[in-house]
T-cell receptor
Framework: QQQVKQSPQSLIVQKGGISIINCAYE??????FPWYQQFPGKGPALLIA?????SEKKEGRFTISFNKSAKQFSLHIMDSQPGDSATYFC??????????????FGAGTRLAVHP | GAGVSQSPSNKVTEKGKDVELRCDPI?????LYWYRQRLGQGLEFLIY????????KSGLPSDRFSAERTGESVSTLTIQRTQQEDSAVYLC????????????????FGPGTRLTVT
């Protein structure tokens, strides 16, 4: 059962543009929603994370928007740069209530930012 | 400081052979996770260790898969009688139960072991 659905599978954005990646989840018990960035040959690295008690979180050029009623969340990358070209994964867990952080990942979005 | 390391980085094995994959977590991290990443897909949870016990093994695909951890350090994932569908990148992550909300939940991933079963 796929509990976290991510779209699009791939995304091409021009330098300076906004990249938007969307995720939807099914389990209302999830209480932690991170985004991970993965470069080829490397393990994923935490980019930004949000809890469902806030609707938006911003860190530099990266913003998570969260819609609890729709069970959706999205990553916005402002002023996208070629160095942002990577695969992005959304994830969800019951980390805050479950005592440990078993992450359920989306399928990933391959972002290419063209100069 | 040193991050999570995994060995080998690549492993090619014949169908039916056993393989062992190793993970060295960040020193002091009590929590350790194994995930599997099939080509072009997201990561699938396999097993969670707290110290050397595994309270959640729910993601192990079959009884051919097993894992152990020595204290709060090295973990080994063993796949017996490998099948072609086991081909994937196996990722290990560790996290601390220590200071600060972010550190409690941030999982630091290793570079993975790419397993190819021929």
């Amino acid at each position: 059962q796929q509990q976290v659905k991510q779209s699009p599978q791939s995304l091409i954005v021009q330098k300076g543009g906004i990249s938007i990646i969307n995720c939807a989840y099914e389990n209302t018990a999830f209480d932690y929603f991170p985004w991970y960035q993965q470069f080829p040959g490397k393990g994923p690295a935490l980019l930004i994370a949000i809890r469902p008690d806030v609707s938006e979180k911003k860190e530099g050029r990266f913003t998570i928007s969260f819609n609890k009623s729709a069970k959706q969340f999205s990553l916005h990358i402002m002023d996208s740069q070629p160095g942002d070209s990577a695969t992005y994964f959304c994830a969800a867990s019951k980390g805050f209530s479950g005592g440990y952080n078993k992450l359920i990942f989306g399928a990933g979005t391959r972002l290419a930012v063209h100069p | 400081g040193a991050g999570v390391s995994q060995s080998p980085s690549n492993k090619v094995t014949e169908k039916g052979k056993d393989v062992e994959l190793r993970c060295d977590p960040i020193s002091g991290h009590t929590a350790l996770y194994w995930y599997r990443q099939r080509l072009g897909q997201g990561l699938e949870f396999l097993i969670y260790f707290q110290g050397n016990s595994a309270p959640d093994k729910s993601g192990l695909p079959s009884d051919r898969f097993s894992a152990e951890r020595t204290g709060e350090s090295v973990s080994t994932l063993t796949i017996q009688r490998t099948q072609q569908e086991d081909s994937a990148v196996y990722l290990c992550a560790s996290s601390s139960n220590g200071i600060g909300r972010r550190s409690l939940y941030e999982q630091y991933f290793g570079p993975g072991t790419r397993l190819t079963v021929t």
